[in-house]
């Protein structure tokens, strides 16, 4: 299966270079590999047992996150002269013009969960950033790959100014950019970042406007009060149809009753107005979609990962829905170059 889908990796990136996309594909390198598969088997003895990669209790999640993936020991990277970190990172940058680092804080540091234990029970644990830096440099120059790092949740103080210092890009959510209550302005946004609405972890736009990972938390059972999230949500959602107007995506003459097609047109149009070298657009959005592909935290619980487009790839960007979405970011970001200084 690996080798089949190595083959598709590289006839479907030729096909891009070839009809001109200049990036290509954006891949993902996650933050760990499955306890029972070939990766974790074949590297069995640099990895630790009885723990596991997670994240600390925050607002998002109370008990924590616990991922169930076998945390790399940091000793053991340099023993190969960190030739299997190396060899990981090109792998996944084989067939793409962009790599985003999942949870690129893991460069510097890991949430190490004991097994049987929550969140609550973790610690942080100290890793080699320097030299995972420097191999990933090295691995993007000789790729020709852009390093976008997923900066989000608990970031360390001056990480982000070390990613900029190795040019990896940071990376920008709009749902998460945010003082207090309030949304930061577009104008805010650093240059070398990436920009986006929201992401995999979070509902689709017109989910998270009308509440839908509210009532799907409640029903799994893991939200304290529904009640008072829905209460929550309804003044966050006043304060981003604040930001848009500020901003200038959204008129004020329709911020009184917006309708949700038009909220997420203007979002989108607002991450385009960024300075943010790149912008991405998710095709849950595209698709008018309400359900997360994921939600952290569940496994059984949810069809995680298994969420399927309510609409055929093939006619996925040719819908009213996206084309809105989709004109309002180009027209955007072609104005926004045209008035940019050379």
Known sequence: MQFLAEQQFAAAAAKANSSGLELGFFRDLAVGAAPDGAESWANAENLAHGAWIG????????????????????ERFARDGFKFFAALVKANMRHA??????????LRRLFWIPDGGTGSDGAYVAYPFEDLVGQIALESTRARC?????????????????????DMLSYRVLLLERAGREFRPASSYPARSVACVTTHDLPPMAGWLEGTDIRERARLGILPSADDAAIE?????????????????LPASEAAEPSVSDLV??????????????????????????????????DTERPNWRVRLPVPVETLL???E????????RAKRSSDARSSPS
């Open 55 to 74: 994240a600390p209790p925050d607002p998002f999640s109370r008990d924590g996150q616990n991922w169930h993936l076998p945390p790399p020991i940091p």
């Open 97 to 106: 013009g962009a790599l985003r680092i999942d949870h690129a804080m893991g």
């Open 146 to 166: 852009i390093v976008v790092g997923e900066d989000l949740g608990t970031v360390p103080e001056g990480f982000r100014a070390a990613m900029n210092e190795a």
């Open 233 to 249: 949500r309804d003044a966050e959602r006043a304060a981003l149809i604040d930001a848009l107007v500020s901003d200038g995506a």
């Open 265 to 298: 047109a203007a979002a989108h149009e607002f991450i385009a107005a960024t300075p943010s070298d790149l912008v991405l657009v998710q095709a849950e959005d595209l698709a008018g979609m309400r359900v997360g592909v994921n939600l952290p935290g569940t």
């Open 318 to 320: 040719s819908t009213p």
């Open 322 to 329: 996206a084309q809105r979405i989709l004109e309002t970011v």
